[in-house]
T-cell receptor, first 111, second 114 residues
């Protein structure tokens, strides 16, 4: 089993809707989690990090971590066309910040 | 100027050729990474270095080698390129005193092996 799994999508939502992106992980990835956004033809950029169970909010973005169920999610409220990108979930194995990435999910926000 | 730069940005080469991809950073970070990205496969770690004297293999190091010439420079070499090494290659950096997993990526090098 790959250590970090993402539904490959793509995911399409209308402008203004909530986009929900999900990620599951194996026991080897259990410390902290990160969401990277990658626009087409660009490099990934970090948008959210979460270490503790529960929710973490930053503007229109909310990261959720449930360690008992081994999933992490990213909610994007009031989705905008500019949110259209590939979102990569990554977990820190705890071994000095070596990240394991999921395959990514492509989000398309329809105007 | 960009904090993490990669050269070349695009490269087309032939099977069996030796290729070097270079990465430089001005962020002052001690940790550097090389990833490859294939469509539908996400980012896969090739090699990583936590300081000049510390280099480690990642998930897919076979067919690749690296050199950390200085804290700011980390090069990736393909000794004898093969077509399935055609991919987008990213260099990334992070600071050991900062947030774990907070990595800064270069613009990428698109490599095509014919």
């Amino acid at each position: 089993q790959k250590e970090v799994e993402q539904n490959s999508g793509p995911l399409s939502v209308p402008e203004g809707a909530i986009a929900s992106l999900n990620c599951t992980y194996s026991d080897r990835v259990s410390q902290s989690f990160f969401w990277y956004r990658q626009y087409s033809g660009k490099s990934p950029e970090l948008i959210m990090s979460i270490y503790s169970n529960g929710d973490k909010e930053d503007g229109r973005f909310t990261a959720q971590l449930n360690k008992a169920s081994q999933y992490v999610s990213l909610l994007i409220r009031d989705s905008q066309p500019s949110d259209s990108a590939t979102y990569l979930c990554a977990g820190d194995t705890g071994a000095n910040s070596k990240l394991t990435f999921g395959k990514g999910i492509t989000l398309s926000v329809r105007p | 100027d960009a904090d993490v730069t990669q050269t070349p940005r695009n490269r087309i080469t032939k099977t069996g050729k030796r290729i070097m991809l270079e990465c430089s950073q001005t962020k002052g970070h001690d940790r550097m990474y090389w990833y490859r990205q294939d469509p539908g496969l996400g980012l896969q770690l090739i090699y990583y270095s936590f300081d000049v004297k510390d280099i480690n293999k990642g998930e897919i190091s076979d067919g690749y080698s690296v050199s950390r010439q200085a804290q700011a420079k980390f090069s990736l070499s393909l000794e004898s390129a093969i077509p399935n090494q055609t991919a987008l290659y990213f260099c990334a950096t992070s600071d050991s005193s900062g947030l774990a997993g907070s990595q800064y990526f270069g613009p990428g090098t698109r490599l095509t092996v014919l």
